[in-house]
T-cell receptor, first 110, second 113 residues
Framework: KQEVTQIPAALSVPEGENLVLNCSFTDSAIYNLQWFRQDPGKGLTSLLLIQSSQREQTSGRLNASLDKSSGRSTLYIAASQPGDSATYLC?????????FGTGTRLLVSP | DGGITQSPKYLFRKEGQNVTLSCEQNLNHDAMYWYRQDPGQGLRLIYYSQIVNDFQKGDIAEGYSVSREKKESFPLTVTSAQKNPTAFYLCASDRQGGNQPQHFGDGTRLSIL
């Protein structure tokens, strides 16, 4: 059974700092890995999707990497801003469904 | 703009009552999903449907029921058999075949009266 772990559970940084969020998983037989953002009381917004055959994806200040052999993915956020404050979740796509991590709650202070 | 609409935003259930959460999408997606989110936990899959008139149980289907009579709609009923229904419920959809991001609605928060 796929298990997905996100560390740290919470992170507080000053504005402008570069930061890395971690996601680890137990089963490397995946179709893709997705990173989502969730604002309080809202649904999830897809940030990046890395297909199983890819090693990384970039969108603006965000870069996500995937290393299936070690069962890890990282989300790198460059030059963090207060508007980046949210919960970030990773999810692994197996057969027909996603398995989610518990998320990292990020607070970027001005 | 295309998207997923969930209603109501807040819902209260009395003991012994069934309640139905609505989910409508205009993204022309084949697959739709229902998740439950509890504080400090990740999303857990309740039911999913890949095609009209067909659906499968997820990891925590007990006490819930669904229907998929139209491609655009995937309502979730929380029955009286679900003894701990208080949670945030999220509906999602994506294209058949994988490797496409899931799109989410804004959720329904269900509480017990």
């Amino acid at each position: 059974k796929q298990e997905v772990t996100q560390i740290p559970a919470a992170l507080s940084v000053p504005e402008g700092e570069n930061l890395v969020l971690n996601c680890s998983f137990t089963d490397s037989a995946i179709y893709n890995l997705q990173w989502f953002r969730q604002d309080p009381g809202k649904g999830l917004t897809s940030l990046l999707l890395i297909q199983s055959s890819q090693r990384e994806q970039t969108s603006g200040r965000l870069n996500a990497s995937l290393d299936k052999s070690s069962g890890r993915s990282t989300l790198y956020i460059a030059a963090s801003q207060p508007g980046d404050s949210a919960t970030y979740l990773c999810a692994l796509s197996g057969f027909q469904k996603l398995v989610f991590g518990t998320g990292t709650r990020l607070l970027v202070s001005p | 703009d295309g998207g997923i609409t969930q209603s109501p935003k807040y819902l209260f259930r009395k003991e012994g009552q069934n309640v139905t959460l609505s989910c409508e999408q205009n993204l022309n997606h084949d697959a739709m999903y229902w998740y439950r989110q509890d504080p400090g936990q990740g999303l857990r899959l309740i039911y999913y449907s890949q095609i009209v008139n067909d659906f499968q149980k997820g990891d925590i289907a007990e006490g819930y029921s669904v229907s998929r009579e139209k491609k655009e709609s995937f309502p979730l009923t929380v029955t009286s058999a679900q003894k701990n229904p208080t949670a945030f419920y999220l509906c999602a959809s994506d294209r058949q075949g994988g490797n496409q991001p899931q799109h989410f609605g804004d959720g329904t928060r269900l509480s017990i009266l």
